[in-house]
């Protein structure tokens, strides 16, 4: 009788612990998943950024009409 409820503890035990393996995987997998959106989320705003730091360096680097119609 003994060995019996002892063999149902160890399978209780057991299938608590895969239990809590799965989901411990899930919760990195989910964690993964945010931090690479983040991620991307960072990324296109960077790069939305390096865009309009060029944009606004192409019209301040224009030369005005005065700076052309003068001679070297």
Request: zero cysteines; hydrophobic letters at 50%.
């Amino acid at each position: 009788m003994l060995a019996a409820i002892v063999l149902l503890v160890l399978i209780a035990a057991a299938a608590a612990a895969i239990v809590v393996r799965r989901r411990s995987q899930q919760v990195i997998k989910r964690g993964k998943a945010n931090h690479q959106a983040e991620v991307n989320s960072l990324n296109a705003r960077l790069t939305q950024s390096q865009y309009e730091h060029a944009a606004l360096l192409s019209i301040t680097e224009t030369p005005t009409v005065n700076e052309e119609s003068q001679p070297a």
